[in-house]
């Protein structure tokens, strides 16, 4: 198992709560602090979504690596564009065959695609630099009610419900940067710290929610996937309302060592809410 050791950007310990703007940047309040860690393969070191909270799976798609996939949403999407949808119809059996699930749906805007620092092509939502969970019990709510609106029908009761994340790399190996996530076992709640993250303007439903990011803790756990082909996807847990305060496997993109050459990275992230009885 390859391990390599990289600069990850943890939240600064000085600092009680941040803010993450899209909106307007220079409003910005989120220093960080470096810390080099070692990361880990997650090639065949028998990881479990259901105690890491995260594997890497096979799936095959015929979309994601279109250029239709890139041109579409290089801007943000409110709708499904048809590219959109055959993307999370591709890939939604592979959540219901992980999840077990009574029944999946997409999230609601939760398609995007990122490029790397290097690329000169850019997206709306740049590749994400920092130590971070995309959602708390305190905000995934605002995500599950406009997923639920979007879809347009309604669903049966359910008791619980969980967040699937997904991340794949849509430019050929090896890359120049990946996504390295950490074994949420390994986190303690004092290391959780928390940042409003402003997506929208004012007004929107998703205007500003809650998000998490991670002090240092020398015990943390990373890993990755090396040199990630068409078929490789990363598939982790966002959310579980059967465990709210439990924060999922915290997440960043990291520049790989020896890679400067490489070819800048391109990755498309799906999401899925999974409703169990």
């Not at 999370?88 to 999946?104: D, F, M, W």
């Not at 990755?224 to 997440?251: K, R, T, W």
């Amino acid at each position: 198992m390859t391990t390599v050791t990289a600069t990850l950007n943890y939240f600064d310990p000085a600092l009680e709560r941040g803010r993450f703007d899209l909106v307007e940047p220079e409003r910005n309040l989120m220093p960080f602090e470096a810390h080099e860690v070692d990361i880990r393969d997650m090639r065949g070191a028998g990881l479990s979504i259901e105690r890491e909270g995260f594997v890497l799976a096979s799936h095959s798609s015929e979309v994601a690596r279109l250029p239709e996939m890139l041109d579409t949403n290089l801007v943000a999407q409110d709708g499904l564009p048809p590219v959109n949808r055959a993307y999370y119809e591709e890939l939604q059996p592979l959540i219901e065959k992980i999840s077990g699930a009574r029944e999946v749906i997409p999230q609601a805007t939760g398609l995007t695609v990122r490029f790397s620092n290097r690329s000169q092509r850019q997206s709306w939502a740049g590749a994400a630099g920092f130590i971070h969970v995309d959602v708390t019990d305190q905000s995934i709510g605002r995500f599950l009610d406009f997923s639920l609106a979007a879809l347009g029908r309604e669903i049966a009761p359910f008791s619980r419900f969980v967040l699937y994340q997904t991340w794949r790399t849509v430019s050929d190996p090896p890359q120049d940067n990946l996504l390295t996530l950490c074994d949420r076992s390994s986190v303690r709640p004092s290391d959780v710290a928390y940042y409003d993250a402003v997506l929208t303007g004012k007004g929107s439903m998703m205007e500003s929610v809650e998000a998490a990011s991670c002090r240092y803790n020398p015990g943390h756990r990373w890993y990755y996937a090396s040199d990630m082909g068409a078929e490789d996807v990363i598939v982790f847990l966002g959310h579980d309302s059967a465990q709210p305060h439990l924060i999922q496997p915290f997440h960043t993109g990291f520049d790989v060592p020896g890679s400067e050459g490489a070819i800048p990275r391109a990755s498309l992230e799906a999401r899925f809410f999974a409703f169990y009885d």
